[in-house]
Structures are given as C-alpha cells and as structure tokens.
C-alpha cells in the first residue's frame, strides 16, 4: 500500500535570497545584463540601482572614481554615472583625444567611422585607416589605399561580412566589408584593402547604394541606382571576381522622384515590379523611412508618405528658401533640417495638422549651407563647406553644447569649411581641404575630463517649449 503523500516543496526563486547575496552576484554582470535585470521585478529593479554596482561601472568604464563631492545615498552612482554618459555623448568637454591625418590635397567627398577605422574617399580614390595601428606607431597595416576606380566615387557603405553569405566565417567576427560606387559605371567591395568583386551593368555614372541589404539570409542583394535611370539588385552570394550573374534584377521607368520596388519579382517582369509612385517638389536631397512612412526632403520641405497607399501624409518641415540636408529621429519624433546659416528642429506630432509647419528650435550661427547634418539621441551635429567648425546641439533642447574647429588656421589667418562629417557616439571625424593638404580631424570623448565652461564659436539658439492645449492670452 502506498504511503501517504508528500506536497512537492516550493520552487527557489532569485528573490528568496537576501539583498546582499543578489547584489553581490549582480556586481559580475554586464552593463546591459542589469540593466535587463531591473526590469524584471521592482524589487529586483532597487537592487539593480544599488550604488555598488554602478560605482564599479563607473570605474571600469572611465578608469576614474566617482566626483569627490558625490555621498552614497544622495544623487546615486547610477545617476552620476548617467549624467558623466549623457554629457560625453554630447561632447560637452574641451579635452577630447586628438587626432589629425594628412592626405592628398583633394577635396573630399565621403567619410566614414566606424569602431577603429576611418573610410574616406577623394575623387576616385578611396582610404581606410586603422586608428589603433595608427596610434601605436605601425609602419605597416595601418592604411590602405583602394585605388582601382577610374573615376570619382559617388557613395560608399558599409556592411558587416555577417550579412554577406559570401564571406560569411566563424573567423571574421565583427568585420566588414566596403561599398563603393563610381562615375566610371562599377560598383566595387572591398575587404582588407583588396578588391573582392567588380559589379558591371550600369550604362552610366552609378550614383548610389542602398544603405541596407534587402531580403533575407542567403538571399540578400544590394540595390544600385544609376544615371541611366535604372535600379539595379546585385546577389552578394554569387562567385567570380567580376561579380558574372550577380545582377539579378534591372528595374525600370523612373518617371517620377519617389517609386517603391518589389525586389521580390522576377527581373523579367521588369516595370511591373513597381508597386507605387508619387511627386514631390524638386530633386531629392536625402530619404529616412520607419516602418510605413517614408520622409523625403526636397525642395525646401519634408513630406511624409505612407508607403502602403503612396499617400503624403503631412509636411512635417519646411525650410525656406531651400533645404540642403534633413535627418530624422522617430522613436522621439524629431525631423532636424539644414538650411543657410542654420539648422531647425521640427516635432513630427505638432505639425499633424496646420498647413504651416512650425520649428520648436533654430539652431543659429552656421555659415553659409548646411550640407552635413547628424541626429541621434543626444545631440545634433551640423557643418558645411562655408565653415571652418562644426556646431553640436542637445536633441531634446536645442542648447548648444560645443563647436569645433575642423582644421589647423592657416598662415594667413584663413581656415577651410568641413567637407564631409562622420559621428559614431563619442566620437567624431570630420574632413577638411586646408592649405596644401587634406585634413582628417578625428576627435574621441570616451575620456575626456574637463567640462566646457564657454564656447569658443557660441551663436544664440531659439527654443520654444510645448505649448498647451489651449490658446495662449496675448
């Protein structure tokens, strides 16, 4: 006969621990593992927040202590160690590291930053630097020049050799592979200084690249545009140096400014693979699309279209008498614009409605266009070929925070305006033609230390907060 039966015992939680032991065992996670953590329960939340654990973030980050007035209990590590983030962020320090390269006396046309390396091109010739090789003195490694386009490059991408079947290798890691397209009809990638494929099939200058691969795993091209009037999709899986039937669709008929392609048709059905179309008021100078909505600056505004009826959806800017640059921050709904002499900050929900669209912030003192633009959650980052320094804006307030000088001033007191830009956190790069030679400025805040008490090119910036519902008295 069977014995009498037992209840199973309760199931152990993390939360049947004291604080100290999860406290302790949290001061061996990452950053981003606690902060998964103090989402999970409130309790688990406090611990998280603890001063403890921050303080150690704050150390192993910065290699420094926390700020000697700060008393446990007060502010918050946490707090501080945010605060110390959002400022580096925002480039509110007068000591960045500092970095300036040389290159040919050519203007330059494109910039990239990314991690440790800087990608550049002049004309037809193309550059990649690494920072640490430079940096630690290497004579070799530490800069390639790519040099086989017969013509001025046009755009230049970057991509990760994880979403490129083709090279796709448990060895390479975090490493990537460069775009690049030309006036002399090819597209070229390139990894580690070599050419890895030339793409042929443009019957004329190729202009752009798009700055995502399109389908899915194996799957994935990359789409063209060109002067002669084509869209064109490119297989990265296919074999052969030349890149023979990597063209796998030539989509036609671009009539209007704005079509929207089904990448998925057979390359057969040629025009019928356009899905959609629509006007917009001049040549466009950029596109930004989240999710169903595509915002186009052209002319002098920004117009949003709903990509599932090819409908404008609203105005969201306009930037009389012409924009030159726009970029777009939708998790917050802000649209930035570049016009002459400055930028303007624009909230997407308060311009639903009227005719006239109405900036919340002019962020004044640019000389001449603003053609380089940069927007992300903590600043704004505007420049031009008519000035010699770059401004940086607070996202959410439109305050200025720093301006700085691209170039060295010349002999006779002149300085160059900022030909291309690059910004990757606390990081900067920009590129400069300066007397006789090209000029990359590279600037890294990770660990600067000394706060900015007055700016040295300081225009005045006109922020308007919210309104209310209701009508104002005057």
């Known amino acids: 006969m069977a014995g009498p039966s037992t209840s199973p015992s309760p199931a152990t939680t993390i939360t049947d621990l004291n604080e100290d032991s999860i406290t302790h065992c949290a001061a061996y996670l990452s950053l981003r593992d606690v902060c998964t953590l103090a989402m999970t329960s409130t309790a688990l939340k406090r611990l998280a927040y603890s001063d403890s ?15 000697g007035n700060y008393s446990s209990g007060s502010s918050g590590a946490r707090e501080l160690y945010l605060a110390r983030r959002t400022a580096l962020q925002q480039f509110k320090f007068i000591d960045p590291f500092l970095l300036d390269l040389y290159s040919h006396p050519k203007p330059f046309s494109h910039l990239l930053l990314h991690q440790n390396h800087i990608f550049f091109s002049q004309g037809s010739l193309a550059e990649m630097i690494n920072l640490d090789g430079y940096q630690t003195g290497a004579t070799t490694d530490y800069g390639h ?24 290798s448990e060895t390479q890691g975090e490493q990537n592979v460069l775009i690049t397209s030309s006036c002399d009809h090819s597209i070229r ?56 039937r990597a063209l796998k669709a030539t989509l036609y008929g671009h009539e209007k400014p704005v079509r929207v392609w089904d990448t998925a048709t057979s390359s057969s059905v040629r025009s019928s693979c356009c899905v959609g179309m629509t006007s917009v008021p001049g040549a466009p ?25 090819m409908q404008k959806v609203i105005t969201a800017a306009v930037h009389q008498p ?40 002019e962020l004044d003192g640019q000389c001449g266009p ?61 590129a400069s033609l300066c007397g006789g030679s090209g000029v990359l400025r590279f600037r890294d805040f990770n660990n600067a230390t000394s706060p900015i008490t007055k700016l040295e090119n300081e225009p005045p910036s006109k922020f308007w907060d919210s309104l209310s519902d209701g009508n104002s008295d005057d």
């Open 370 to 430: 603003v053609t380089l633009l940069h927007m992300d959650p903590y600043k704004i980052a505007t420049g031009g070929p008519d000035d010699a320094y770059v401004n940086v804006w607070e996202t959410d307030t439109g305050v200025q925070t720093n301006s700085l000088l691209c170039c060295k001033t010349g002999e006779d007191g002149s300085r160059s305006g900022c030909d291309a830009m690059a910004v990757d956190g606390c990081r900067i790069a920009t």
């Open 285 to 309: 100078v950029n596109m930004k699309c989240h999710e169903s909505l595509l915002y186009v600056g052209a002319g002098a505004s920004v117009t949003a279209i709903d990509l599932r009826t």
């Open 53 to 67: 654990i921050w303080q150690r973030f704050f150390t192993e980050h910065w290699h420094q202590q926390l700020p």
């Open 322 to 361: 012409k924009l030159y640059s726009f970029d777009v921050f939708p998790s917050k709904s802000l649209i930035c614009t570049g016009g002459v002499g400055r930028a303007m900050l624009w909230d997407i929900r308060r311009n639903q409605e009227p005719l006239k669209p109405e900036p919340i912030a």
């Open 189 to 244: 990638l390139w990894w580690k200084g070599s050419c890895l494929r030339c793409l042929r099939g443009h019957n004329g200058p190729v202009l752009s690249l798009s700055n995502k691969l399109l389908g899915e795993d194996n799957s994935k091209v990359l789409a063209s545009g060109g002067e002669d009037g084509t869209v064109r999709l490119w297989s990265l899986s296919s074999s052969g140096k030349r890149g023979q």
């Open 145 to 168: 020049m790519l040099s086989d386009h017969k013509a001025r490059i046009t755009c230049m991408r970057l991509f990760s050799l994880n979403e490129m079947p083709l090279f796709r």
